[in-house]
């Protein structure tokens, strides 16, 4: 077996790049999870951004990696993307969320993203068979939300759908949005759709 030291220098080989785009390059040994979120809160980081070259669609990329297992754990937002989106420039960015929820939110991060690219904030609220007649509640609900969030005029999207998993990758099939954000406290959509999954426990 390769000793970790050389490893180590394979990894810094790679990151090299980097080092030359006055990136700050770590190379740390460890349980690939456990490091990410304690070496992101030792440097006191903003966001905590995860590649996800080679999925394809919403449940490859969240369901049972390592993205699904920071995000449940981490104080702080994270981003994957697909790592050959060098060009990222949200115009569309989608809000799951669950706004039966009016407490206050704090979306630093994406009212950085949304002023920064000049995007349109997409609201998405799933809703059950005995919930869709009060569509007109919950739109005001959806609106006043974004305008206590501070979150500009956002445009609500209603969908019948039990599942989140499944409802979110039928949605985005349909509409065509740049960046999609799950909230992940409280009864959140990100909370219900991996309420049976193993790293839930």
Same mark, same amino acid.
């Given at each position: 077996?390769?000793?970790? %030291? ?9 990151? @090299?790049?980097? #080092?030359?785009?006055?990136?700050? $390059?770590?190379?740390?040994? =460890? ?7 304690? &070496? ?8 905590? $951004?995860? =590649? *996800? ?11 049972? +990696? ?5 995000? @449940? ?14 060009? !990222? ?9 669950? !706004? *039966?929820?009016?407490?206050? +939110?704090?979306?630093?991060? /994406?009212?950085?993203?949304? #002023?920064?690219? *000049? ?9 059950? %068979? ?12 959806? @609106?006043? &939300? ?12 209603? &969908? @019948? %759908?039990?599942?989140? %998993?499944?409802? $979110? ?5 349909? #509409?065509?949005?740049? /960046? ?15 309420? +049976? ?5």
């Amino acid at each position: 077996a390769r000793s970790l %030291e050389v490893k180590r220098q394979e990894a810094m080989e790679k990151l @090299r790049p980097f #080092q030359q785009k006055d990136a700050q $390059v770590k190379v740390l040994p =460890g349980i690939l999870t456990d490091v990410i979120l304690h &070496y992101s809160t030792e440097i006191k980081a903003d966001l905590i $951004v995860m =590649g *996800s070259k080679g999925a394809h669609g919403l449940k490859e990329v969240i369901a049972g +990696s390592e993205l699904q297992q920071v995000a @449940r754990r981490a104080l702080i937002p994270v981003l994957s993307m697909k790592c050959d989106r060098v060009d !990222f420039k949200p115009a569309s960015i989608l809000l799951v969320h669950d !706004f *039966s929820d009016q407490q206050t +939110s704090d979306f630093r991060l /994406l009212k950085a993203m949304r #002023q920064a690219f *000049s995007a349109k904030i997409h609201l998405l609220q799933f809703l059950n %068979e005995g919930e869709w007649h009060e569509k007109a509640k919950w739109e005001g609900r959806m @609106r006043a &939300y974004a305008e206590q969030n501070q979150l500009g005029t956002g445009v609500p999207h209603l &969908y @019948r %759908e039990l599942d989140v %998993e499944t409802g $979110v990758e039928h949605f985005i099939q349909e #509409q065509d949005f740049d /960046l999609i954000c799950i909230g992940t406290h409280g009864r959140s959509a990100w909370s219900r759709m991996f309420r +049976s999954r193993p790293t839930e426990r």
